[in-house]
């Protein structure tokens, strides 16, 4: 009897998996297996289209330009300014889809997985049809609904139309720091396709709508494809990060191991908690 009700069970379970695994018609989808990376040459910038730093010219509101040029100087002085990922958090959306390490694009009936190895970043974007959770604790790569797209009616699908909101700061939008809002609405809408002349080469149309924006920016970047890739990187970014944040300041670790300023004339960070017996009998330290 036991083994009659464990077949029966076996046997609804494989055809549960079965007509699970046959209603994801791979025929209707595109083929965007492989490795997709930045195209050689090149850099990691939001808009690939123009020069890096002051030369990408982001919409941004008086506000937050002038949070910008703060931050460049900051930046050029040796500082970290706006860009916070120094600490070792992830890049976000929209600055994900930078790609500074390669991606992988897996496509299943419900949710479509980008997975991108700087940072081990993953976005989840789920095409069944729902809509977003009232109810969501943000996060730095946000919640994405998706919708294919057959655009010429041949009965394939040509293109991922994505929504991404619920995002967390801080985020930039490259190591520029070009700040988004503090209030964290930023919805990020993209559409992802190939081209219809070379396979091997994807786009991701991306539109940032920001309160830090003075309207949305819209970039489209550009992936080329290894088929057969030899090596995945991993990138840890606290392995053998020297950057040490204290209160707001960031800090270096020296070779030495001591504590060192990440600029010039900054001032050390306050040590009321450490006795002159830590600190050192002199109080060097301390001054």
């Known amino acids: 009897?036991?083994?009659?009700?464990?077949?029966?069970?076996?046997?609804?379970?494989?055809?549960?998996?079965?007509?699970?695994?046959?209603?994801?018609?791979?025929?209707?989808y595109p083929d965007w297996a492989g490795q997709w990376r930045r195209p050689p040459g090149i850099a990691n910038q939001f808009d690939t289209s123009k020069p890096p730093r002051e030369g990408q010219k982001?919409?941004?509101?008086?506000?937050?330009?002038?949070?910008?040029?703060?931050?460049?100087?900051?930046?050029?002085?040796?500082?970290?300014?706006?860009d916070p990922t120094y600490i070792c958090i992830p890049d976000g959306m929209p600055r994900a889809m930078n790609v500074i390490f390669p991606m992988e694009i897996i496509i299943m009936p419900k949710t479509?997985?980008?997975?991108?190895?700087?940072?081990?970043?993953?976005?989840?974007?789920?095409?069944?049809?729902?809509?977003?959770?009232?109810?969501?604790?943000?996060?730095?790569?946000?919640?994405?609904?998706?919708?294919?797209?057959?655009?010429?009616?041949?009965?394939?699908?040509?293109?991922?139309?994505?929504?991404?909101?619920?995002l967390k700061n801080p985020r930039a939008f490259d190591a520029s720091g070009i700040p988004?809002?503090?209030?964290?609405?930023?919805?990020?809408?993209?559409?992802?396709y190939q081209d219809k002349a070379d396979p091997n080469v994807l786009y991701d149309e991306i539109t940032t709508i920001d309160s830090a924006l003075a309207q949305p920016w819209v970039v489209t970047k550009?992936?080329?494809?290894e088929l057969r890739p030899l090596i995945w990187f991993e990138s840890i970014c606290s392995e053998g990060n020297q950057h040490v944040r204290i209160g707001k300041e960031n800090y270096m670790v020296g070779a030495d191991g001591?504590?060192?300023?990440?600029k010039k004339n900054q001032l050390p960070p306050d040590l009321r908690h450490f006795s002159a017996e830590a600190t050192g009998a002199t109080g060097e330290a301390k001054r």
């Open 258 to 262: 001591l504590l060192m300023p990440a």
């Open 222 to 225: 550009k992936y080329v494809r």
């Open 180 to 192: 988004l809002h503090e209030d964290g609405k930023t919805v990020v809408k993209e559409r992802i």
């Open 58 to 82: 982001p919409p941004l509101t008086a506000e937050y330009q002038a949070i910008w040029e703060a931050n460049l100087k900051d930046q050029a002085a040796g500082g970290q300014g706006t």
């Open 112 to 166: 479509t997985y980008i997975l991108i190895e700087y940072l081990s970043m993953l976005r989840r974007v789920y095409t069944d049809g729902r809509s977003f959770p009232e109810d969501f604790e943000p996060s730095f790569m946000g919640y994405s609904v998706g919708k294919w797209v057959d655009k010429d009616g041949d009965g394939r699908y040509d293109e991922l139309e994505i929504e991404t909101r619920l």
């Open 1 to 28: 009897m036991r083994g009659s009700i464990a077949a029966i069970t076996l046997a609804t379970v494989l055809a549960l998996f079965m007509g699970s695994a046959g209603a994801h018609d791979e025929s209707k």
